[in-house]
């Protein structure tokens, strides 16, 4: 499975941006997916998930402004953003679990794209 990031940018705050990612190879293993994302000089966080029975969970942080989504059909997963503020700026990676088989699964990740939100 490989995932590609889209939809970054500069953005002022307030601004909406809407990051899409797009998975190719062996989709058909994929359950779970989600976004994570990296700020500058902090570990790497859970921004959204949605996993294969349709539940999602969200950072509190983004709770009511982030909305994660799935295009089973395009093998996409987006992010829509909203509100965004300066605190938002990040790295933000597109994530997957891939379950191979019944014995076991793993992570994989796209390359990230930058979302810069200045005040």
């Known amino acids: 499975v490989y995932l590609a990031e889209s939809g970054g940018g500069s953005v002022q705050r307030g601004e909406s941006l809407r990051l899409s990612c797009v998975a190719s190879?062996?989709?058909?293993?994929?359950?779970?997916m989600g976004w994570y994302r990296q700020a500058p000089g902090k570990g790497r966080e859970l921004v959204a998930r949605l996993n294969s029975d349709s539940t999602t969970h969200y950072a509190n942080s983004v709770k009511g402004r982030f909305t994660i989504s799935r295009d089973n059909a395009k093998n996409a997963v987006y992010l829509q953003m909203n509100n965004l503020k300066p605190e938002d700026t990040a790295v933000y990676y597109c994530?997957?679990?891939?379950?191979?088989?019944?014995?076991?699964?793993?992570?994989?990740w796209g390359p990230g794209t930058l979302v810069t939100v200045s005040s």
């Open positions: 994530w997957s679990l891939v379950r191979p088989n019944i014995e076991g699964s793993h992570d994989v």
């Open positions: 190879g062996s989709v058909h293993n994929i359950a779970d």
